[in-house]
């Protein structure tokens, strides 16, 4: 059973930075490319950061430069470094394999505001 747990979420001022994990279980991870999705409510789930197997990385423009995923497969962990945050990143942040499972953990709330 795929169970994807995000975490490290919180309120932080423009400018701020958070690092989110999440904590994959239920299949073999390492063989999987994994995403970092956003999604504010009334709008479509956001693609915000790519990492293939092999470590290669893919951003959108919004975040490019901002935004590092990164992934321990000993671990079994995905993380997402937000540095320069900016009141447009406000949403609720999941992962999931690129392409997704049908199962989704139940995100991370990220709030930026002064």
Known sequence: QVQLVESGGGLVQPGGSLRLSCVCSGFNFDVFAMKWYRQVPGKEREKVATIATGGSTYYPDSVEGRFTISRDN?????????????????????????VPFTSWGQGTQVTVSS
Do not use: G, I, R, S
């Not at 962990?77 to 999931?96: G, R």
């Open 74 to 98: 000993a671990e079994k962990t995905l993380y997402l470094q937000m540095n320069n945050l900016k009141p447009e990143d406000t949403a609720v942040y999941y992962c999931n394999a690129a």
